[in-house]
């Protein structure tokens, strides 16, 4: 009798102490740490959503540019860099990449994350009735933008096998490159309704990029005709101390995982005026073998010009080359990148000058793998891989994939 009593007891304990606490969960102020997502549906929460859509492209953009160019002929993994020790990052060196291989499958995912935030973003924005006109407007731009920006990138980085780029979306079919550059462009054709005159610049020249990407000089050609022109400013992913620059992480002073191929060393001993644009950061090697690291991301604030007026014009000139219709000579555009770097004119500009110019001007950027692919001068011997792959952790969580 004494033991049911207890057992009694104790249970009716556990009842009241139940309620209190069920009545403390619901009782207590929205937490300060967090937003619900339902809350972020607002007018005065759609800064903070599309500040968070900025943080992920951001995050996405120097993952996925420092990894193209690992595997592109930019940069090297060579065991005797001091820290030097990523088995991934010799992987995509080398084309041999495993799918299971982490520093993809966290790449994907930063890029995935993106495509969804910014689409996330458009259909917010459509359950809002905004007061503020030029708030809505610019989170419709952002939206677009960057949904735009994020299909540009599994267009021109990923491949479902060694030699077939392209993505996909929301666990969907995969989607070819040349079909999911034609959806980029739907959303910066969409972008463009919101954009003032300096966003208007650089969507076409993202527009432009993709273009010349598929070889489409003619069209390429018109979209940099609205581009970026000289004197205007780059478009900047910005970083801090917190959310610092990936090149900076892994492909520079914060560790070394990569250096730069040593032409850039040549281009600069050929021409030491070069030093201005072609940015080395010398490291010694375990063997005293002198590597050079980039010089772009030398801290972990440094920022990222992810479309400058410099790419436009030399995509203008590469337009020029192939017989498209242009405002200026080849001549006349390579001239003005190089004079804002204070390097002499040249004389002549053919189509081997232009891609070593590309090269110099574009380094650390992500360009390089697409143009080695467009231009046919793919390093890696057949059957390994020319792009970064979709990870098996995407063929496990989607249905319309199979190994």
Not at 135 to 153: D, H, T
């Amino acid at each position: 009798m004494k033991k049911q009593s207890i057992i009694l007891i104790l249970l009716l304990s556990f009842l009241v102490f139940n309620t209190a606490c069920d009545k403390f969960a619901t009782d207590i102020d929205p937490s300060i740490s967090q937003v619900e997502d339902d809350r972020l549906t607002s007018e005065d929460q759609i800064q903070f959503v599309i500040n968070g859509v900025h943080t992920r492209f951001t995050d996405a953009l120097d993952v996925n540019t420092l990894l193209s160019d690992i595997l592109s002929d930019e940069l090297i993994f060579d065991e005797r860099v001091p820290n030097a020790t990523f088995p991934q990052f010799r992987e995509i060196d080398t084309g041999d990449i495993l799918r299971t291989n982490n520093s993809i499958d966290g790449c994907f995912d930063l890029l995935g994350e993106l495509r969804f935030f910014a689409d996330n973003l458009i259909e917010r924005i459509g359950n809002i009735n905004f007061s503020d006109e030029d708030l809505e407007a610019e989170a419709y731009y952002y939206g677009y933008f960057y949904g735009g920006v994020a299909r540009m990138f599994y267009a021109a980085y990923f491949g479902l096998d060694e030699t077939t780029p392209g993505g996909v979306i929301d666990a969907g079919p995969f989607i070819p490159a040349a079909e999911m550059y034609d959806k980029a462009a739907e959303k910066f054709a969409e972008a463009l309704d919101y954009a003032d005159a300096y966003q208007t610049k650089v969507v076409n020249t993202l527009l432009a990029r993709m273009d010349l990407y598929q070889s489409d000089y003619t069209s390429a050609a018109a979209y940099a005709a609205d581009g970026l022109m000289e004197g205007d400013a780059p478009y900047q992913a910005k970083y801090d101390i917190e959310d610092a620059n990936y090149w900076w992480t892994q492909g520079g002073r914060g560790r070394s995982q990569v250096v730069l191929d040593f032409r850039f060393k040549d281009y600069v001993d050929e021409d030491p005026a070069e030093a201005a644009r072609v940015l080395l950061d010398p490291i010694l090697g375990s063997d005293s073998t002198t590597f050079y690291r980039q010089g772009k991301y030398l801290k972990e604030t440094s920022p990222f010009d992810f479309v400058s007026w410099n790419e436009n014009y030399l995509m203008l000139a590469e337009c020029a080359l192939k017989g498209a219709t242009t405002d200026q000579t080849a001549l006349d555009y390579v001239n003005a990148v190089r004079s804002s770097h204070g390097l002499d004119d040249l004389d002549e500009v053919d189509m081997d000058v232009l891609m070593e110019e590309r090269d110099k001007e574009l380094m650390c950027t992500g360009t390089r793998a697409p143009d080695q692919l467009r231009w046919d001068i793919w390093h890696l011997k057949a059957g390994l891989w020319q792009y970064l792959c979709i990870p098996e952790s995407e063929f496990n969580a989607n249905p319309n994939l199979t190994l």
